[in-house]
């Protein structure tokens, strides 16, 4: 009980102290967004059905051999918040749903529309029954019809905004090098924080107009924002010679270029940018001002883009007998914006996060394992961010909000 | 309509991208966005391409202008001590400064945190780098595209098996860093409207990135194993995949996410008779069998246009849809529908179309579009007009090259 006193007095003091938000999510995006506002001092309170409803939310499968996986990553989503059985076909379940929505300042829906429509929570519907509200419903391509129903997937998101066009950029070959996803699912959680920040507006809106705002992200919208440089490149007439994502994604060499490269080396891959003239010397300083750079038509980055043929196999050669940490620092020490290429194991372990502590310890004492989980994605001076995996088990505060509000539900 | 950020007054000396896509939300939402800039040192991107009509210039870039609207700009020469004087007089009447120079830049400008809480006490500040105003790589030097292999995205994306993939599409460190910060800089504004109190909101893009990398995380913890590239495919959900669907360069993106999922697109496609096996009934069976799977799925998109197989299948309520080129994206009707184009008129580039916004309220309907600002283009209206600086003295500091 200490414990959990302890976290909400430190919830008491965060940017969003006082913050009341309910989460009725299905997935890593409105998860993280929760998880976002809770971090950061909001009491954060999770409707859910069951255990099974909670493992089906974020995970899919069953796969027997990533329930531990599960585990942890409902652990890093849902710490530090409160959990309420909710059952749409119980009366006093609802009863206490509007209760808990009526003290509320922000309801996070991330379900598929007919499931919140068949429980009462339609968006349209929930933000007219609490006006004071700021709801924010998550789908994949907003509530308008024709997109209202559609099932959301964060490789969908992702494919209806063009980003795998763009990823890779400029291959040899379109069958062998089908369109790409990013790894992980950055789009469900981009679509969580870009929820957060909706969210937060809607409140500054409420405090200007004293009304809540029904807010309708669209994954797609928030992942085609991120897609600026390739719209402009149609909208502006703007050519192609030194578009590095390319309007088309065939490029019959598939190279990296002196502009931007991810290059091999003696153990593994780093990667440079040398837009700059500077840049680009800086580069040479530290391959040692090789005589093969030093042609006329070298010293200019459309000409070394355009000839970039002829410097490769110099470029490498040299590449191929120094480490990525020696190229790293080295070029780092001429300003040129050079980075290893790091594994998930290279980046734990890097000095920087290490010394910025941003991986905090998740120990698995049963498994003898440690997860190694992020901490902060921002720093607030005065009003830090709360870690917190202690996530609780579904249901657990159902009695004590309950009673905290004057409902009664079935023991 | 009341937009939420109106009466937010912001001093923004942030460059490229990161820094203006975050500024850009403010101006949008309704906040007063006065950009700082330079003649003599002009934001980078101002000269990149896309270039309107493939001329270069310093008021043609695309890229630029999509990043930049709604905001008013001013030039400054910072390494004139008068400079730092008027910057300092700006802020102090602005809620908000943010910045993305290298490390300590701001300091040598002398308008580091030190300095404004000082002039200005309930200021919110938000500084970022690349790699964050602390630790031993504190100084170094960052762009979003090299930066994203540090951050481990780089590993886990590319051909199953394969090496690390060199291009992330959406410049998307540069943009994922920037919703990051206005997260801490939007809590810090509700904390500041309850409280009073300001403060420094800091961040660094790598942490902005590394910290949505949590499977693999989790994978690397549990399992001990390094985590490579998947390309499109998932550890726990089978199918799930882009497969090449009728037509030239055509893709469909499908992702079979439960074993309800699976009966129901069994319905849909028909497939082989083995794919009424009992053992396929879960994801780990399904997964087993992976590329056999895949391939008979090949075999039914490969009929069908992408749009017809996503069609199809979300009618069944499965996840799946057009991996779209940029151009089907400038026509989708549905992004059309909600308002996400934003038109800019623009009197060097004229009438122009630009990325929006990923959520859409009610106050923003009409939402109002400022074109991006010309270099210095608001140097009177916020020194003389809104600073009450004399006339003549604005001359006298433009002859001395202070407001350039």
Same mark, same amino acid.
């Given at each position: ?411 | ?55 270069? $210039? /310093?008021? +043609? &870039?695309?890229?630029?202008? !999509?990043?930049? %609207? ?64 602390? $630790? /031993?790589? +504190? &100084?170094?030097?960052?762009? !979003?595209?090299? %930066? ?257």
């Amino acid at each position: 009980m200490k414990a959990v006193n302890d976290e909400r007095n430190e919830q008491a003091t965060g940017a969003l102290a006082g913050t009341r938000v309910v989460e009725w999510s299905a997935g890593r995006p409105g998860g993280y967004m929760g998880k976002l506002l809770r971090g950061l001092g909001a009491e954060v309170v999770l409707l859910e059905h069951s255990a099974a409803d909670r493992v089906h939310a974020i995970d899919a499968g069953p796969v027997p051999q990533s329930a531990l996986q599960t585990e942890v990553r409902a652990r890093f989503l849902h710490g530090g918040k409160r959990s309420v059985r909710f059952d749409a076909a119980e009366p006093a379940s609802v009863a206490l749903r509007e209760a808990l929505l009526r003290r509320a300042d922000i309801l996070v829906l991330e379900r598929p529309v007919r499931e919140l429509e068949a429980a009462g929570m339609g968006p349209e519907d929930v933000a007219a029954r609490h006006p004071h509200l700021v709801v924010v419903a998550i789908t994949l391509a907003g509530l308008r019809p024709g997109a209202r129903y559609l099932r959301a997937a964060d490789l969908v998101v992702q494919a209806m905004a063009a980003l795998p066009r763009g990823t890779p950029a400029r291959v040899p070959n379109l069958e062998e090098h089908p369109p790409l996803k990013p790894g992980g699912y950055q789009a469900d959680y981009t679509s969580g924080l870009a929820g957060a920040n909706a969210a937060l507006l809607g409140l500054q809106l409420r405090r200007r107009t004293g009304q809540g705002q029904l807010i309708d992200l669209s994954q797609q919208a928030v992942i085609a924002s991120f897609m600026r440089m390739d719209i402009a490149y149609r909208t502006y007439d703007g050519g192609d010679g030194a578009n590095i994502a390319g309007q088309t994604r065939l490029s019959p060499t598939g190279k990296f270029s002196t502009v931007w490269g991810l290059v091999p080396c003696r153990d593994g891959y780093f990667a440079f940018q040398a837009s700059e003239q500077y840049q680009w010397d800086g580069l040479m300083r530290v391959m040692g001002d090789p005589d093969w750079a030093k042609g006329e038509r070298f010293q200019d980055p459309i000409e070394r883009f355009l000839y970039w043929d002829e410097l490769e196999p110099h470029f490498i050669a040299w590449c191929m007998e120094h480490d990525k940490a020696e190229i790293f620092h080295a070029a780092q020490a001429e300003h040129v914006p050079v980075f290893p290429c790091y594994t998930i194991e290279e980046l734990v372990q890097d000095e920087q996060q290490r010394a910025r502590a941003f991986f905090v310890d998740l120990p698995l004492r049963e498994h003898g394992a440690v997860v190694k989980l992020p901490n902060a994605v921002v720093h607030l001076e005065t009003t830090p961010w709360r870690p917190s995996f202690d996530a609780p088990e579904p249901g657990a505060d159902t009695a004590a909000l309950a009673r905290e509000l004057g409902v009664e539900v079935k023991a | 309509m009341t937009l939420p950020l109106e009466g937010i007054r912001v001093c923004d000396f942030s460059w490229v991208i990161a820094g203006p896509y975050a500024t850009q939300f403010l101006g949008l939402m309704g906040a007063e966005v006065i950009k700082v800039e330079s003649s003599m040192h002009t934001d980078i991107n101002r000269r990149l391409p896309p270039a309107a009509n493939a001329v270069l $210039g /310093p008021e +043609r &870039s695309g890229l630029w202008q !999509g990043l930049n %609207l709604n905001k008013k700009s001013v030039t400054l020469n910072m390494r004139e001590p008068q400079a730092r004087e008027l910057a300092l007089e700006l802020i102090k009447t602005c809620d908000i400064v943010i910045e993305n120079f290298s490390f300590g830049q701001m300091e040598k400008f002398g308008l580091g945190w030190d300095d404004l809480k000082q002039a200005k006490p309930d200021i919110i500040y938000v500084t970022s780098s690349g790699l964050g105003r602390t $630790g /031993p790589y +504190r &100084s170094y030097v960052t762009f !979003g595209p090299p %930066l994203t292999a540090y951050t481990g995205l780089a590993s886990i994306t590319g051909q199953p098996g394969g090496r690390p993939e060199r291009w992330v599409g959406g410049l998307w460190s540069d943009h994922q860093a920037a919703t990051t910060s206005l997260f801490g800089l939007l809590a810090a504004l509700e904390h500041r409207d309850r409280t009073g109190e300001g403060q420094m909101v800091e961040y660094s893009m790598c942490e902005a990135i590394s910290g949505q990398l949590i499977e693999p995380l989790i994978e690397y913890g549990v399992t001990g194993e390094v985590p490579g590239p998947r390309g499109n495919l998932d550890p726990s959900m089978c199918p799930h995949n882009i497969y090449r669907a009728k037509g030239d360069d055509a893709w469909v993106a499908i992702a079979v996410q439960d074993d309800a999922d699976w009966r129901r697109f069994r319905e849909v496609v028909g497939g082989p008779e083995w794919w009424a096996d009992s053992s396929l009934d879960t994801a780990a069976g399904r997964l087993a069998r992976r590329a056999e799977i895949d391939a008979a799925v090949t075999e039914w998109t490969l009929r069908r246009t992408p749009q017809e197989a996503a069609a199809a299948l979300q009618a069944a309520n499965i996840a799946a849809g057009n991996v779209m080129t940029v151009e089907e994206v400038l026509a989708d009707p549905v992004l059309r529908e909600r308002g996400f184009w934003l038109e800019q008129d623009h009197p060097e580039v004229g009438r122009r179309t630009l990325a929006g916004i990923g959520w859409d309220m009610p106050a923003m309907e009409n939402l109002p579009v400022q074109h991006a600002p010309l270099l210095g283009e608001h140097n009177w209206e916020v020194f003389v007009e809104q600073l009450g600086m004399d006339p003549e003295r604005f001359g006298e500091l433009v002859a001395a090259n202070v407001i350039v």
